[in-house]
């Protein structure tokens, strides 16, 4: 079975910092891999994917990540985080292995940027 | 697009009494998942219909069941509710495929279970 870990439970930066928040898996076999956004009151939404090809992927608003194969990890970068990016972050991976979809999270980065 | 719906937004229910919620999936996605979201569990796994059929399953008790119909519509039952039950339920749609799939989630029906 996959499991997905995600380090920093909480993250304070202030405006302008940088960001990285860390993602890793296990899972011995092929992944999908992504990162969700739980924005105050509204519903998860998609940041970015990781399917094949370059492992730096680029997403919506300025985020970023990279899939290092060898680390098992999908770690979400921002160079200059803006107070509007205070949210949850969610990693989430599918195993290719399984016959459709059955993503399995991560337990979540709350991230509060100060203005 | 109109986005996954989800209905209704908000549901209390006591002990005992069994729960139906509705999801809509976005127009032409044929796989529809269902997760649950609480504050000591995070997001996990219900199960994920494609075509009318289950195609996976998490590990809940058979008190949690679902169910497709023909227009991709889904349904999930729990039946006989513990308080432990009370949580944000989400939906997510995508086209099905295998391999390259991306789910878009709905807004969630959070259940209270007095």
């Known amino acids: 079975a996959q499991s997905v870990s995600q380090h920093n439970h909480h993250v304070i930066l202030s405006e302008a910092a940088s960001l990285e928040l860390g993602c890793n898996y296990s899972y011995g076999g092929t992944v999908n891999l992504f990162w969700y956004v739980q924005y105050p009151g509204q519903h998860l939404q998609l940041l970015l994917k990781y399917f094949s090809g370059d492992p730096l992927v680029k997403g919506i608003k300025g985020f970023e990540a990279e899939f290092i194969k060898s680390k098992f990890s999908f770690n979400l970068r921002k160079p200059s985080v803006q107070w509007s990016d205070t949210a949850e972050y969610f990693c989430a991976v599918n195993a290719r292995g399984n016959a459709g979809n059955m993503l399995t999270f991560g337990g979540g980065t709350r991230l509060m940027v100060k203005p | 697009k109109a986005g996954v719906t989800q209905t209704p937004r908000y549901l209390i229910k006591t002990r005992g009494q069994q729960v139906t919620l509705s999801c809509s999936p976005i127009?032409?996605?044929?796989?529809v998942s269902w997760y649950q979201q609480t504050p000591g569990q995070g997001l996990q796994f219900l199960f994920e219909?494609?075509?009318?059929?289950?195609?996976n399953k998490g590990n809940f008790p058979g008190r949690f069941s679902g169910r497709q119909f023909s227009n991709s519509r889904s349904e999930m039952n729990v039946s006989t509710l513990e308080l432990g039950d009370s949580a944000l339920y989400l939906c997510?749609?995508?086209?099905?495929?295998?391999?390259?799939?991306?789910?878009?989630f709905g807004p969630g029906t959070r259940l209270t279970v007095l």
């Open positions: 219909y494609f075509s009318e059929t289950q195609r």
């Open positions: 997510a749609s995508s086209l099905g495929d295998r391999g390259t799939d991306t789910q878009y």
């Open positions: 127009s032409g996605h044929r796989s």
